[in-house]
């Protein structure tokens, strides 16, 4: 059995039905189970992503509330302290001494309340423009006294917000604070300061600090983040332009997850790093590739045993095949479908001589019709030169301008354009030449004959068929127009509709009779050979071998009034 199969693979390679078996049987079964345990292993990895990331989006938009909520407390307070009436007489008042006894201890009592209110408040400050003094919850003084004072500059730029936030450093360095400012009519304004450390530690801390946070502003300026070491700086714009467009994205050599978020005038960021996640997909993706390459081992094993088992009938097969006479083997074949297929096989190898000679019988015929269709093809070419010979003559003799000569030239040139049998299709405007050149010709005939062209310029692009409309105008001017009376009006058009070309030949001859258009129309779907209607059914059958079914031919006809065939082609450039 060895031998026998190296001598398989050394005949037919690996066009070998056991090899081909080997192959299907091995592939359907490997692609099978490698597609089971890939979409398992893709459905379960979705599984842990989807819910990765609703978890992680849970956690972000948790905290931008958390945080959010406390800004707002925060503002709120400052627009409280805004609003109170102490408040605002210190900072619109000249002398506030003198205008408002005892102002101190009430404003004393008043920030140092607001400032117990919450953890977050750093500190609050009344701020007099006129007077240039700050009072906070403990003293006052000029603002020049106080050593956190940057907070000015962000008044002086903005004097009349009645809300003004800012990121601020305590003198340049720390602690890290927002800072809020609300501006009194112009005269002066309410400060107050929180400590981000505090509002992070509040934020956070149910997160481990997995999760950073950073609000910008439309300038991608960070005006609050729990990472203090991004605070006051601008976001890095290629790391904006990944969080834009992925949830998921690889940044210095760490994996994150994002949550964007974005208001009229703010940006909410929440990275979180995720390096333990992806290393638990790259092991799930790990496992399915040691499954696949344990499928496919698994696999070809498999695949040679059921291969060798149903190539054995046909290893019979092929013995008989390779020595027909050598058959004594087969009576001892069981009586299945093996020894029906060989015993047949041997039957066919007998009658083999007999098909051999019905064979060359057929052959000697095939090239008697090939000798009679050559011999037909010379009569043309003969006919060809003799009329060149003739329109020679004539121009030497009568002139080229003749009428006679002026004939024989047009049917020359209309024989020479019918032996070009190398080309099928040809560009629409040569075939629209060759039918004026034949028009022409008739009109020497049919001096009444009106011809009525209407070619769209988009036709010219097309291709069609050689000599299929020529035949049809013939008809028309031979069994339409010739007999009528009168003037003879023959309207040739083509046009470009959709994905076809529409061809139209129009006479107002005599016309058809419905039993006639129906004796054409049977006659066309024929495919006996007649002489009635040869030249439509010529021109009908050719267009069907080129175009197939998307070539049609239509009759429409009234008796005594007009005739229009129509032919349907595709456009072809």
């Not at 505090?198 to 983040?225: F, H, P, Q, R, V």
């Not at 058959?327 to 051999?356: H, P, R």
Request: aromatic fraction near 12%; charge should be negative; hydrophobic fraction near 40%.
């Amino acid at each position: 059995m060895k031998t026998f199969i190296n001598n398989l693979f050394i005949k037919f390679k690996f066009n070998s039905i056991l090899f081909a078996n080997f192959l299907k049987i091995f592939f359907v079964m490997f692609i099978i189970l490698c597609i089971s345990c890939v979409a398992i292993s893709m459905t379960m990895m979705n599984i842990s992503k989807n819910e990765m990331l609703m978890y992680n989006e849970s956690n972000a938009k948790n905290m931008i509330e958390t945080t959010e909520g406390i800004i707002d407390e925060i503002k709120q307070i400052t627009l409280n302290i805004a609003v109170d009436t102490d408040v605002r007489n210190y900072i619109m008042s000249e002398s506030p001494a003198e205008m408002l006894p005892g102002y101190q201890s009430r404003i004393y009592s008043k920030l140092y309340a607001y400032k117990s209110m919450t953890k977050y408040v750093y500190s609050i400050y009344l701020y007099n423009e006129k007077n240039d003094t700050v009072i906070s919850h403990k003293s006052e003084g000029k603002l020049s006294s106080f050593p956190d004072n940057d907070w000015i500059d962000i008044y002086r730029k903005n004097p009349n917000d009645t809300m003004c936030i800012a990121p601020w450093k305590v003198m340049g360095n720390y602690p890290y604070l927002i800072t809020y400012i609300s501006s009194i009519a112009g005269k002066g304004c309410v400060v107050v300061t929180a400590d981000i450390y505090m509002i992070a530690k509040n934020s956070s801390s149910a997160y481990d600090g997995k999760y950073k946070l950073y609000i910008t502003d439309k300038d991608n300026s960070i005006i609050y983040s729990n990472d203090e070491s991004k605070f006051m700086t601008v976001f890095d714009d290629e790391l904006y332009a990944l969080i834009k467009e992925n949830e998921i994205f690889k940044y210095n050599g760490d994996s994150y997850y994002c949550y964007f978020y974005e208001t009229k005038d703010k940006r909410y960021i929440v990275t979180a790093v995720i390096n333990d996640y992806i290393k638990h997909t790259h092991r799930t993706k790990n496992l399915l590739i040691a499954g696949i390459i344990l499928i496919f081992i698994f696999g070809i094993l498999i695949s040679g045993m059921l291969a060798f088992n149903s190539f054995e009938p046909i290893s019979k097969i092929i013995k008989v095949i390779d020595k027909p006479h050598e058959n004594d083997f087969i009576e001892e074949m069981k009586n299945n479908e093996v020894k029906y297929i060989t015993t047949q096989i041997i039957n066919y190898i007998d009658s083999n001589e007999m098909l051999k000679e019905e064979l060359n019988n057929r052959l000697a015929e095939h090239n008697q019709l090939s000798m009679m269709a050559m011999q037909m093809q010379i009569n043309p070419h003969f006919l060809n030169n003799t009329l060149n010979i003739i329109g020679l003559k004539l121009a030497k003799e009568i002139g080229a301008e003749n009428d006679l000569t002026v004939m024989v030239t047009m049917i020359t040139r209309l024989i020479q354009y019918i032996l070009n049998v190398d080309t099928i299709q040809v560009d629409f405007k040569q075939e629209l030449d060759f039918l004026k050149n034949y028009i022409a010709l008739l009109n020497y005939r049919y001096k009444d004959l009106n011809v009525i062209w209407n070619i769209d310029e988009k036709v010219y692009r097309c291709k069609i068929v050689r000599v299929c409309l020529q035949p049809i105008v013939e008809n028309a001017v031979y069994h339409g127009l010739a007999s009528k009376d009168g003037e003879k009006i023959l309207k040739i058009s083509a046009k470009v509709e959709e994905e076809n070309v529409v061809i139209s030949i129009e006479d107002n001859g005599v016309g058809i009779s419905e039993d006639k258009i129906e004796e054409i129309n049977k006659n066309l779907d024929d495919d006996t050979i007649s002489s009635k209607h040869i030249g439509i059914k010529n021109v009908y059958k050719r267009l069907r071998i080129v175009y197939n079914e998307k070539a049609d031919l239509k009759i429409e006809s009234k008796k005594g009034e007009y005739t229009r065939i129509c032919i349907i082609i595709p456009t072809v450039f």
